[in-house]
Every structure is written in structure tokens, then in C-alpha cells.
């Protein structure tokens, strides 16, 4: 048995309740993971909402760090006792222990913590493959410039050091001075509050009318027609959430002008093999034991107190990372 957070129906944060749960043994391919931290995403949000739709019963969560207690038939690449982190699908890290998939945990190397690898993994292979393996077709060179929206959160403070670290020449948006001061002290090259300012016309002043190669755009419907007018020629808009809301149908004739290519990616289809889920996650070891990115556990929240976890960061009130302590 253990403590877990379910919702039975959708809603707000009042739908989410603390239950006990029957934890059994891992069947064929699975571990049985005793969780030390457990990582907030904005995607937690949407699945409570409704605007993800899933199941119900549904207990929520799609990151978490712990040590596995149990392992299933077949699982070659883990042992009881190790340290472990993922990014996970399907939902359930908002537990004290859960039985979940072993492909996507991968052990953890000594120097990271728990609690780091529970605020940096959704996030920070989030980070990964939107740096690395979403290119324009011009592909991205060191001094190229982009845009990435929301950047002082927990995606956008990981992907503002990674950019910086690859050479580009990161704008950042977010939604207050303090947060654009967080993202500029974490390797964006400008910052530009998009509450108070008209963040297109910004863009186009930065780069001397040019335009950026890729915006990164997770705030999805007030941001969508502004991220257009960022892009250069044959620039590339990679849509990957909605926090403001699902961006309106639009017709393919808008890109024309420049020639704009567009994709909607989700981690989830990059993690879909042991291999490639491994191969993301060394390569984000790699770059938080190097230091040249550093992970913001900005606030922290017993797991009893996840309705407040999630009123706050809806609320914009949340930088960097958030995590839940079991
Ligand atoms: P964040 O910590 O970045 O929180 C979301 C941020 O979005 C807020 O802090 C806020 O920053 C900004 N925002 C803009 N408009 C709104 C609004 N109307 N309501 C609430 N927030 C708003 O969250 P995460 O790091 O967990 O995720 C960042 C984004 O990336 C999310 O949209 C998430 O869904 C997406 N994502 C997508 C993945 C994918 O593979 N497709 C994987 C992981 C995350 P500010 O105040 O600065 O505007």
C-alpha cells in the first residue's frame, strides 16, 4: 500500500485527492520505484483539467526520482536497490511507490541527486530535444538566434543554459521583469516581458529585422500569430504546449509568406525505445555533471500539498522547477 494522487473526475486543483492505493508486484517489463521526489509538470495540468483527455480513475504525474525496489521478468538494465529517475508515460508518479513501465527509468549517476533528477528529467529531455533534434532546414549553427517562450520555467531555465552552451543566441520571453532577469542570468542573450511589451516588434529590433530561425512556443494561443511574425524565411515554429490555451486551427496559406515550416512535437514520441530514451538521458547527465546547466528547484511542496503546487503554477507564481516530496 501507498499514498498517491488521483483524480475521479476533471477539474480544479480541488479535484485532486490523496488515496491509499495497493501497490502490487511488477509484472514482465516493470519496476516497482520508491519515489525520494516527484516533479510538477504544466502536462499534470492539462490531464486534470481535461484538456488532455485519459481515463479515470487516473492517478496523476509524469516525473520522478526514487530507488527501485522490485524488478519484473525480463528487465535486464536495472537491479533492486539502485537510483533511478524517468519521464514517464503512462501518468503515476504522484505516489510514494508505483509499479510503472521500465523502459523509460534510467539509473541515475551518483552525483545527481533525487531531488535535482526529479525536477530536471520531463524538463530536461523536454530541453534536449528541442535544442538538438528539432532543426530548421538550414540547420542551427553557434550565434544563431531563437526565441523561446516562458523561458524563466522549468523547461525555459534548462533550455536558456543548454542554448548557451550550444552557442546560440537565445530571446527569451516570460511574463514578469524578475522572471526576464532570471532567465538573462541563466544564459539568454535578451529578455523581453511579454506582458508589457509587444514581443514580435522586440524580436524583429534584436535581430536587426532578420527574424529567428526556431521559435519554441509551449504558451500556444496568445503567443501563436506573434511567434509567426518572429520567424525568419524558411523559419521553423515547433509548438510543444498550451498554457494559454489550444492554439485555433489555421490555414497552411499563412506560412506562405516566408516559407515557414511548422510541427507540433511531443517528448513522448522521442522516448518510445530503451535506446533512444538512454541516449537523451546521457546526453542531459552529461550537461548537468559538466555544470553548464544547473537545475532551479525553485519551489518545494509535500505531496499532501499538490492542490497548492498546482494553484501556483497556473498562477504563473512558479520559476525553474517545482517538486513534491513524498
Ligand atoms: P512552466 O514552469 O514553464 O510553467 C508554465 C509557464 O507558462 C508559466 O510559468 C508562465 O510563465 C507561462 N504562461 C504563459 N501564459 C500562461 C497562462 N495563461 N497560464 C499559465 N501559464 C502561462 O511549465 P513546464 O516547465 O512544466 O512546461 C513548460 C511548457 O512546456 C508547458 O506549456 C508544457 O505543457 C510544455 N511541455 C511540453 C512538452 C512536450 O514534449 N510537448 C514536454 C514538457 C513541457 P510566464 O509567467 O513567464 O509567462
Request: aromatic share 6%.
Amino acid at each position: 500500500m501507498g499514498i498517491a494522487v488521483q483524480i475521479r473526475h476533471n477539474g480544479g486543483p480541488e479535484v485532486l485527492e490523496l488515496v491509499q492505493v495497493a501497490v502490487g508486484e511488477p509484472g514482465p517489463g516493470q519496476v516497482r520505484i520508491r519515489h525520494h521526489a516527484v516533479g510538477l509538470n504544466f502536462i499534470d495540468v492539462y490531464q486534470r483539467s481535461g484538456l488532455y483527455s485519459l481515463p479515470m480513475p487516473l492517478s496523476l504525474g509524469m516525473e520522478g526520482a526514487g530507488v527501485v525496489e522490485a524488478v519484473g521478468e525480463g528487465v535486464q538494465h536495472l537491479g533492486v536497490g539502485d537510483r533511478v529517475a524517468y519521464a514517464s508515460n503512462p501518468p503515476g508518479s504522484y505516489s510514494e511507490v508505483r509499479v510503472m513501465p521500465a523502459m523509460c527509468v534510467c539509473r541515475l549517476p551518483d552525483a545527481i541527486a533525487f531531488e535535482t533528477a526529479a525536477a530536471m528529467m520531463l524538463k530536461g529531455l523536454t530541453a534536449q530535444y528541442l535544442l538538438k533534434k528539432c532543426i530548421p532546414v538550414e540547420g542551427l549553427a553557434p550565434g544563431d538566434a531563437v526565441l523561446f517562450h516562458a523561458a524563466a520555467g522549468g523547461v525555459g531555465l534548462i533550455a536558456c543554459q543548454w542554448a548557451r552552451a550550444m552557442g546560440l543566441q537565445l530571446i527569451a520571453t516570460a511574463g514578469s521583469d524578475e522572471k526576464c532577469a532570471l532567465a538573462l542570468a541563466n544564459g539568454a542573450a535578451h529578455a523581453i516581458n511579454y506582458r508589457s511589451e509587444n514581443f514580435a516588434e522586440r524580436v524583429q529590433e534584436i535581430t536587426g529585422g532578420q527574424g529567428v530561425k526556431v521559435v519554441y512556443d509551449s504558451v500556444g494561443k496568445d503567443t501563436w500569430e506573434g511567434s509567426l511574425a518572429c520567424l525568419r524565411r524558411f523559419g521553423l515554429m515547433v509548438s510543444f504546449g498550451n498554457a494559454s490555451g489550444p492554439v485555433a486551427p489555421f490555414a497552411p496559406a499563412v506560412l506562405a509568406a516566408k516559407s515557414l515550416y511548422v510541427t507540433r512535437q511531443t517528448l513522448f514520441s522521442h522516448i518510445t525505445s530503451r535506446e533512444a530514451t538512454q541516449a537523451m538521458a546521457d546526453d542531459l547527465f552529461a550537461v548537468v555533471e559538466s555544470g553548464a546547466v544547473k537545475i532551479h528547484i525553485d519551489q518545494r511542496y509535500p505531496l499532501a500539498e499538490v492542490r497548492q503546487a498546482h494553484l501556483d503554477l497556473e498562477a504563473r507564481r512558479t520559476t525553474g522547477s517545482t517538486i513534491l516530496l513524498p
